[in-house]
């Protein structure tokens, strides 16, 4: 054998190895390497050898429990009709060395309050009309995973602020792979980048929704979102500007900035490129209940009155609306005891209730509530967009479920994306001591979104304790 066929089956046999190894290795290198937006691309049988990507729910303490939802919610105090917009405090706390145990969500409470309590809505309102839109709007099709900053573009557009959807995500979410933009961040943007204001709100109606439509108030809800088509990967969160709705038809029309329609020939029979997508009410209520029923409201200053009168005290004083947001629930679930998002929004309710009051009971019982939806099942990205169940656990004490929440939200690559996962894992190692770990953790966090500043409060806080 020549030294030149020698080296060459070498060579060969090298190669051949190298294949070996990269196809053995292809899922922990797509996991790893392949940035989000080029997933869809990917064969499915491919996929599926990534084992528990979007399939793998949370594992908590006490998963299997037996519990009525009325005995969660007994001692939530009476709310009265009258009851005054409360005050906005600070967005968070550092995080205290764990003697000092105290954890606040990044979630303002108020995200936009009124310079002079709003005037006493009507008892009896006046009924908007039985179908209305508003002109004006105009649809884009969103980046990958950019329907928060496409929204809320959408409506600064039509207000008359020119700015753009990639704009808005350059401090919204600097990373693009960020799979979560809260409400409140976005009030936050709003409020503080433009002569615009915003205000996010949970437990919104029907009722509301198409008063504020009649009034030409664009909305943008929180929902749920299934695609439920061939070759789609299970639920995600979406927002939708809902600007008409017609009674007879019993349907909203919407800006849909993810599935269109963006051209006239892209429209549904019956619709013109002005009707957006049509989505019946009981569509909707479906999956806007997955949020609470969150939305959020832009509008011009010198209508704030007016904006506030509508939503009334119900809505702008948190006690109210947490506490009128958990009966819902509980409602809901007298008729589908088994529905875990109605379970969800249980905790969502008595963690905010949590949070304004200090009473440690309603933390404990939205820790049952949140054990009971995860034991029902959950999607696993639920975590990416509501993170009330971290702080339910933290300030009950169960700090390495709440790392283990986190840690199962980075099994799916999307989840490594989510800073406030970081920053919730990071309060938990600081209450168990791990004060290095818990700096490492806010960093990361800070690593993927920069302008998140809660992190950046809670990293200088923990740096003192090292």
Known sequence: MTKKTRNFII????VQILAILLVANMPYLIENYLPGEYWDYLPERLIATMG????????????????????????IPQVLPTAAPSETPAPDTPTPAPAEADVQDETPTVEATATEPPPTPSPTPSPPPAAFRIDGLVNEPQKFNNCGPTNLAL????????????????????????RNVSPWQISDYVNEFTNLKSITRANGTHALLKRLIAANFPVVIEKGYDPNVENA????????????????????????????????RDTKPGYTLADGRPYSYDYIGH?????????YVVYPPEREQELLSMLGPELLDDVTMWTQSAARAQKELEEDPENPFSWFNVGTALTRLGEITGEGTYYQNASTAFDKAFSIG????????????YVAYIKTGRYEDAIKLADNSFVDPGGRTIEEAYKYKGDALSFLGDFNGAARAYEEALKLNGNFYPAQIALDYVNTLR
């Open 52 to 75: 528990e990507r979007g399939d793998y729910v949370p594992a908590v303490s006490a998963a299997e429990i037996e519990v009525n939802a009325a005995d969660l919610l007994a001692g």
């Open 378 to 389: 959950l999607p696993s990205r639920m975590i990416w967009y509501q993170h009330k169940p």
């Open 155 to 178: 409506v600064l557009q039509y207000y008359g602020d020119p700015t753009t959807q990639l704009e808005a995500a350059a401090y919204l979410k600097p990373n693009n792979q960020d």
């Open 233 to 264: 990967r299970g639920w995600y969160g979406h927002y939708l500007t809902v600007f008409g709705y017609n009674d007879e038809k019993a349907e909203y029309y919407t800006m849909d900035t993810f599935l269109g329609p963006f051209t006239e």
């Open 11 to 14: 060579g060969a046999a090298i």
């Open 287 to 295: 999956y806007w209940q997955q949020f609470e029923y969150t939305f």
